[in-house]
């Protein structure tokens, strides 16, 4: 009754002639799930949009208790240890909802992108902070993981988990996901002009006031290769993934955070990818699984008529060239190409 009640005065406010010169940009920033959450939206007055935020950092706040691997008392790390017989674990709406889009998309992307990963990723963070290696016996102890051993049941919003060894790590769809729920948030509070960037992922709802989209800049490539272009989108998101920034160097290879479930290791050929989709739980997911997809891969998943509404953008270094494909429809994106 109360969403039905947000959408008539939503509706209401609408019809009674409100437009975007009524509405102020306002700005909030806090950190979040490991990086820097900043929001950016439109509203009637500083009131609402103080409401607005506090709502949506308590929002924030809930989650990250049910979806962080960090922390000890968190939901998915408590699910643990009521699986070890196991058995069916009843579990709140969002973890059995980002547990069954996440069994999807591991499924449309062959594994490439998997949340069973958690046993590897681990390691990497302590390989990460050791500046070293894992031994191929501490390899071969982690390789347990596969999607397909996540049981739902939708009746009761039950888990199984079928091998107890299993660890879960949302941290390739957490922050999208995450993003996605504030714009549903603000919706129902009747902010409909709003863009959530959780540190470089971005998610966005209607394009701000007499504006036909929000702009987001796109760089791919390093030093004086470096290349720039800006995206206008809305009712979008962008993400971009790639061993930019974390990485470990060692043995004359570079190893990103990315983990190949092939190997167990980080991907070691250098790429980036920015993927748009229609919602921030699919491109930051995506974007995942392309750097680990590699390129032929990448090209026949996005020409299947389902996936026709996720666009890529792929730099990566071939013989010391860096090399760039786009899928299809990315440069209608592109503000120079309009």
């Keep these: 009754m109360l969403r039905l009640t947000l959408f008539v005065l939503c509706t209401l406010t609408k019809i009674?002639?409100?437009?975007?010169?009524?509405?102020?940009?306002?700005?909030?920033?806090?950190?979040?799930?490991?990086?820097?959450?900043?929001?950016?939206?439109?509203?009637?007055?500083?009131?609402?949009?103080n409401e607005a935020s506090k709502a949506m950092f308590e929002r924030v706040d809930y989650l990250n208790s049910i979806l962080s691997d960090y922390n000890p008392e968190s939901e998915v790390n408590l699910l643990y240890q009521k699986?070890?017989?196991?058995?069916?674990?009843?579990?709140?709406?969002?973890?059995?909802?980002l547990l069954n889009l996440s069994?999807?998309?591991?499924?449309?992307?062959?594994?490439?992108?998997?949340?069973?990963l958690g046993k590897y990723t681990?390691?990497?963070?302590?390989?990460?902070?050791?500046k070293k290696l894992p031994s191929v016996g501490?390899?071969?102890?982690?390789?347990?993981?596969?999607?397909?051993n996540?049981?739902?049941?939708?009746?009761?919003?039950?888990?199984?988990?079928?091998?107890?060894e299993i660890l879960i790590d949302f941290g390739g769809i957490a922050k999208g996901y995450t993003a996605q729920q504030l714009l549903i948030l603000l919706e129902e509070?009747?902010?409909?002009?709003?863009?959530v960037d959780f540190g470089g992922d971005i998610t966005a709802s209607a394009a701000p006031p007499h504006k036909t989209g929000w702009h987001i800049e796109v760089n791919y490539g390093?030093?004086?290769?470096?290349?720039?272009?800006?995206?206008s989108v809305r009712n979008l998101s962008v993400a971009t993934s790639g061993d930019r920034y974390q990485k470990i160097k060692t043995n004359d290879n570079t190893y990103s955070h990315i983990i190949d479930p092939a190997t167990g290791l980080g991907i070691t050929k250098p790429v980036q990818v920015t993927v748009i989709s229609k919602s921030g739980a699919l491109a930051d997911s995506y974007a995942t699984a392309f750097s680990v997809m590699g390129l032929e891969r990448i090209k026949k998943f996005v020409r299947k008529p389902k996936n026709q509404n996720v666009h890529a953008l792929v730099s990566y270094v071939e013989n010391n060239t860096l090399k760039v494909w786009k899928s299809p429809k990315f440069d209608t994106f592109n503000t120079a190409q309009k």
Excluded at 88 to 97: G, I, N, P, Q
Excluded at 122 to 130: P, T, V
Excluded at 189 to 195: D, G, V
């Design 16 to 49: 009674s002639g409100l437009s975007g010169q009524d509405l102020e940009r306002y700005s909030f920033s806090r950190p979040a799930m490991g990086t820097q959450l900043n929001i950016i939206l439109y509203a009637t007055s500083a009131q609402k949009a």
């Design 83 to 97: 699986s070890q017989s196991n058995t069916w674990v009843s579990v709140s709406d969002d973890l059995f909802e």
């Design 189 to 195: 509070n009747c902010i409909e002009h709003a863009l």
């Design 150 to 164: 996540i049981r739902l049941r939708a009746k009761d919003k039950s888990v199984k988990i079928k091998n107890p």
């Design 103 to 116: 069994k999807k998309i591991s499924k449309s992307t062959q594994g490439a992108f998997d949340v069973t």
């Design 222 to 231: 390093e030093g004086k290769g470096e290349v720039s272009e800006i995206l």
């Design 122 to 130: 681990r390691l990497w963070r302590q390989s990460r902070k050791e």
């Design 138 to 148: 501490e390899l071969i102890d982690r390789k347990v993981f596969g999607y397909q």
